[in-house]
């Protein structure tokens, strides 16, 4: 059964700091998301990994994917307020079928401080 | 990102009765999935639906839950008697292919009392 695991479970940072999220997951998979929760929220889409090596960047957020190694991170330079939230990462199961699935990590409450 | 719509967005209950949450997604969506999440803790697969019949289901989703796509718009989640432990966020998660950007509808809030 699929293991999707994240580290740090909580990570309070200062505003202006930078810090990495971290995503292992326990068998193959060719696509990983990241997604945000605001509290009573629904999940926020912020970036879909398609591929080994997969870089993507949307303002103070980058998401990488190694799928060889099998982990997955979300890196967050600058941090702001505005950032603070539940980070998920969710790994596709079954990609290509109809039976495909999302497997959730635990989640990474962030929370940013003036 | 594709509108979704989920009714209601909250709902309390007593134990043991039946509760139906409803997702209605636009037209064009072929694959259709329910995922719950406990307060405080993670997302969680419950069924996935495809072509009018169940393509997969997970362990949560035992007897008490169906689900089903009556008029070929609303697609619904049933609870036949419901337990406390089934207070939870309920998220319908349409797509309209498999590679298809998963993205999530806003929620069913329930809560068993």
């Known amino acids: 059964e699929l293991k999707v695991e994240q580290n740090p479970l909580f990570l309070s940072m200062q505003e202006g700091k930078n810090y990495t999220i971290y995503c292992n997951y326990s068998t193959t998979s060719d696509r990983l998301y990241w997604y945000r929760q605001d509290p009573g929220k629904s999940l926020e889409s912020l970036f879909v990994?398609?591929?080994?090596?997969a870089v993507k960047q949307e303002g103070r957020l980058m998401a990488s994917l190694d799928t060889k190694a099998r982990l997955s991170t979300l890196h967050i330079t600058a941090a702001v307020h505005d950032l603070s939230a539940t980070y998920f990462c969710?790994?596709?199961?079954?990609?290509?079928?109809?039976?495909?699935?999302?497997?959730f990590g635990t989640g990474t409450l962030l929370a940013v401080q003036p | 990102e594709p509108e979704v719509t989920q009714t209601p967005s909250h709902q309390v209950t007593q134990m043991g009765q039946e509760v139906i949450l409803r997702c209605v997604p636009i037209?064009?969506?072929?694959?259709f999935y329910w995922y719950r999440q406990i307060l405080g803790q993670k997302v969680e697969f419950l069924v996935s639906f495809y072509n009018n019949e169940i393509s997969e289901k997970s362990e949560i989703f035992d007897d008490q839950f169906s689900v089903e796509r009556p008029d070929g718009s609303n697609f619904t989640l049933k609870i036949r008697s419901t337990k406390l432990e089934d207070s939870a966020m309920y998220f319908c998660?349409?797509?309209?292919?498999?590679?298809?950007?998963?993205?999530f509808g806003p929620g069913t809030r329930l809560t068993v009392l």
């Open positions: 037209s064009n969506h072929l694959y």
């Open positions: 998660a349409p797509r309209r292919d498999y590679t298809d950007t998963q993205y």
């Open positions: 969710a790994v596709d199961m079954n990609y290509g079928g109809a039976t495909n699935k999302l497997i």
């Open positions: 990994l398609l591929s080994n090596g």
